[in-house]
């Protein structure tokens, strides 16, 4: 009810506060409707003919910063409030801290000529001081304090259980059916492949948020709007098809794409701050295998891995190389930087950023240029897929390093362990689902669910270690009998490669390691290249009939002859 200060009478005037909370639960007594009649009615017996609403719908009472209570204040504070009167519920909608609400009731509101009522307390300080409003004030703040220490409580038994705590991330949705599960929501479950793909062929997250954005694809956010679903965050509803780089990094970043949930990423340091703070990795509990992966765990990992690198380079045209991102230093591990020669620009190159920029500790350029690179790497891709087609036995044999039959031997009875060891886990979250009901019950006093709470948690947590140590070292038993066939089925793609792509490199290589050329007693000059294959790493190909050798020499810009060598002769 909006009225000119000159049309209203305030003293006739009563601000009505509203509000409710997740905390409320279903209870229709606190709904924001039952509230405006209970306190219409009240302001109404009192005298009151003008009302002006503020209303906070959602919102917890332990919250300060609460827009339209905020806004009611401010108005108290400089003088500007059309009202004489603040009318709520209860004090615990006006506010759970009783320090913060001590100071309105009992400070502002009098020296400002406030009224305040409280219905459900019957608090009128028309009739004078209530000794009770402190009291009041501090079990409103306890009342808060024993919400959040049970929803704590409630929040632990679901996340070590296994139940997700955070909404499903884009790409799913809670399943119709069982709303504790999460399944694919196809349509945004699309995209989040695609930037998985094209990180992995070699695009940036610049360059992947420009497509998106450019094909008019939805936000996350716009497209949970788009479907009516009410997300926490921010949108940009003047921009619905704008992808930042931060949003294409944090759908890099989610774990939850394999199939995994993740529980207890963040956490607050008290009930009244609502700041969320990181997690450390051990204090959160990893599930794996809950729903079904939107992302392969191999791709997921390769993707991290490549995060894990300096950003693609660009020369000073802006200029991009096919191998930016792909060099490292064999000696201090630094990016290689990409340049082209000035008075030749057909001379492209690439060096050392630890040396190039004088401050880094490598002693060497470690220079090679881009023409001698591409020969080596294509000879070096139709060596691997003739070693990986024509002796495709021996090439598993390479991979796995070890023979089939003690790999499986291991891996049973590190399976037996792990069985064990998640069933006893499950009987932990069972009995201490138990104990909780048996607590709230009065079965069990407070004391003594603390002390088994914290023998049984220690047990779990230490279970949980070992069953984490297990599955990765059981992950990695496995990959190298499933890369070894994933990889022998993308190499064979490549058997007539005449020409290298960004994406081809992407595909099969994971890093390349530069020597600086050196000169041999014989005075021959050699640069040794280490090339790092996806899933299998760098391996030696065997001198074998239908393999063929390679043969690389280019002409340096000093004019010597540089030979390529996968290693130094013994």
């Known amino acids: 009810m909006k009225q000119s200060k000159s049309k209203i009478n305030i003293n006739n005037t009563a601000a009505l506060y509203l509000r409710i909370s997740r905390d409320d639960g279903l209870d229709e007594s606190y709904s924001i409707q039952n509230q405006r009649k209970l306190l219409q009615k009240v302001a109404k017996e009192k005298g009151f003919v003008n009302l002006i609403e503020f209303v906070d719908d959602g919102v917890s009472g332990t919250n300060k910063d609460r827009k339209n209570f905020r806004r009611m204040i401010e108005q108290v504070e400089n003088g500007t409030a059309l009202f004489s009167t603040v009318i709520v519920k209860d004090v615990t909608r006006f506010a759970r801290d009783y320090i913060r609400a001590g100071l309105y009731i009992e400070e502002l509101f009098p020296e400002n000529n406030i009224r305040f009522i409280s219905v459900g307390e019957g608090i009128d300080s028309a009739e004078g001081d209530n000794p009770f409003i402190g009291f009041m004030n501090i079990t409103a703040e306890y009342y808060s304090r024993d919400i959040s220490k049970k929803r704590r409580l409630s929040n632990y038994v679901k996340g070590n259980a296994g139940e997700p705590l955070a909404p499903p991330p884009y790409g799913y949705m809670k399943d119709p059916d069982n709303p504790k599960k999460w399944i694919i929501d196809e349509e945004p479950a699309k995209i989040v492949r695609r930037i998985f793909n094209e990180f992995l062929s070699g695009k940036g997250t610049d360059q992947i948020g420009k497509g998106l954005t450019e094909d008019e694809i939805l936000t996350p956010m716009n497209y949970w709007a788009s479907k009516g679903l009410n ?15 931060s949003t294409i990094i944090t759908i890099l970043t989610l774990q939850e794409y394999v199939g995994d949930v993740i529980n207890f ?20 509990a990893i599930f794996k295998d809950v ?23 660009k020369t000073s045209t802006g200029e991009a190389n096919m191998f930016s991102g792909l060099l490292t230093c064999a000696d201090c ?7 082209f020669n000035q008075r030749n620009p057909d001379i492209k190159y690439f060096n050392c950023s630890s040396n190039n920029n004088r401050r880094g500790n490598c002693t060497q350029t470690h220079y090679i240029r881009v023409d001698f690179l591409e020969q080596v790497i294509i000879q070096e891709i139709r060596r691997l897929t003739k070693f990986a087609t024509q002796y495709e036995k021996q090439f598993a044999e390479v991979i796995m390093g070890n023979s089939k039959m003690t790999a499986e031997k291991d891996r049973h009875n590190k399976q037996k362990e792990l069985n064990s060891l998640i069933a006893r886990d499950k009987d932990l979250d069972n009995i201490f689902n138990r104990m909780y009901e048996d607590n709230i019950a009065g079965k069990i006093d407070d004391e003594r669910f603390a002390k088994m709470s914290k023998t049984y948690t220690d047990e779990q947590t230490e279970i949980a270690e070992k069953i984490k140590m297990l599955r990765a070292e059981l992950e990695k038993t496995e990959e190298k009998t499933v890369t070894a066939d994933m990889f022998i089925a993308t190499v064979r793609k490549y058997t007539r490669i005449k020409k290298l792509t960004r994406e081809v490199l992407h595909e099969l290589i994971d890093e390349i390691k530069i020597n600086h050329a050196e000169k041999l007693d014989s005075g021959e000059t050699v640069q040794i290249i280490t090339i790092y294959w996806n899933c299998i790493g760098a391996i030696e190909i065997p001198d074998l009939p239908k393999i063929p050798d390679v043969d690389v020499t280019v002409n340096t810009r000093k004019g010597v002859n540089v030979k390529y060598a996968p290693k130094l002769s013994a």
Do not use: A, C
């Open 231 to 245: 997300r926490g965050g921010l949108r940009n509803t003047e921009k619905p098809y704008y992808w930042n780089t």
């Open 265 to 284: 990423k963040t956490y607050s340091k008290s009930y009244k701050l609502k700041k969320r703070l990181k997690n450390d990795p051990e204090n959160m």
């Open 291 to 313: 729903h079904e992966p939107i992302i392969s765990r191999e791709d997921f990992e390769r993707v991290q891995e490549k995060r894990g690198k300096t950003r693609k380079r």
């Open 333 to 339: 591990g630094s990016n290689m930087n990409y340049h």
